[in-house]
């Protein structure tokens, strides 16, 4: 039995199938868990969930900012845009069940002791433990009666900095972007959510979050996540494993082995 970690694979099925391949991955026996942006901008949205769906147990995921914009188009909250591919999902019988599945997905899995998953990575001035609670507390909004405000909320102005202060309403919308759609912080420790260059291309203040100190300092777990392609799948850090390649951009679709930590990826 071997478990892997898929990158962002945003309806590519077809890249899909041959990273599985490669990997000679064993639905039977093997476990794939994907750092979230299962669907978004790719072609075969349909077949990526459907495939997915099907491996059952042996597979998990968490929620990418494309996995939470699809359930927003599918209750209406935004409209579709043709560009996210979503047309053939949203016409399928499926989709409803789909749309249960994905709500019952977390922002952040702890595989072990050692391994964190989440689609954007670690907010650095929370420890793992608080992160999965934050974590937590979306999930049972997602799960509960207010899904629908809480998917609204989502697309009000993003917050920079988490306090216990806030609202309700900006707490949960903190916590959806640090897990989905972080990159950047500024000197003064709030987020930037505009830059979404490389690191040697970004403004000279802005700090990537794993280069955060709090983040370089923390040892003995791998912080393994998506969303950035133009990382490129590198980080500088060990122990922050960057698996988004950009397959949709004409980059590579890559899974990390857990057994051997060895990096494998199929082309565009
Ligand atoms: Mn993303």
């Known amino acids: ?3 892997y970690v898929v990158g962002d694979i945003q309806g590519c099925y077809l890249g899909l199938m041959a990273l599985l391949e490669k990997l000679q991955f064993n639905p039977q026996k093997d476990k794939l868990y994907a750092v979230g942006d299962l669907i978004g901008r790719g072609p075969n949205a349909l077949e990526t969930l459907d495939f997915l769906y099907q491996l059952g147990d042996g597979f998990d995921t968490v929620l990418g900012n494309h996995d939470l914009h699809f359930l927003a ?15 053939p999902l949203l016409r399928s019988s499926k989709t409803a069940n789909f749309v249960e599945w994905l709500r019952h997905k977390p922002l952040a899995i ?27 507390e979306v999930e049972k909004a997602l799960q509960s009666d207010s899904y629908i405000q809480l998917l609204r909320n989502m697309y009000h102005k993003n917050s920079v900095v988490f306090s216990s202060e806030m609202t309700a309403k900006d707490r949960f919308r903190f916590i959806i972007d640090a897990f989905t759609r972080m990159r950047y912080l500024c000197e003064d420790g709030t987020l930037e959510y505009t830059c979404k260059t490389s690191v ?12 955060h100190s709090r983040i370089t300092s923390l040892e003995g777990v791998k912080l393994i996540f998506g969303h950035w392609a133009s990382l490129e799948g590198t980080t500088s850090v060990s122990h922050c494993i ?7 951009w004409g980059g590579k679709l890559s899974a990390i082995c857990l057994d051997t930590m060895q990096i494998s990826s199929v082309s565009n």
């Not at 964190?116 to 420890?127: E, I, K, Q, V």
């Open 242 to 248: 960057a698996l988004d390649t950009g397959y949709i």
């Open 1 to 3: 039995m071997s478990t």
């Open 110 to 136: 702890q595989l072990n002791s050692e391994t964190f998953l989440s689609h954007a990575g670690l907010y650095p001035y929370w420890n793992i433990n608080e992160a999965l609670g934050y974590s937590q």
């Open 73 to 87: 188009v599918y209750h209406g909250i935004k409209k579709n845009n043709p560009k996210d591919g979503f047309e």
């Open 200 to 211: 040697k291309d970004a403004p000279k203040p802005l700090i990537p979050w794993f280069k």
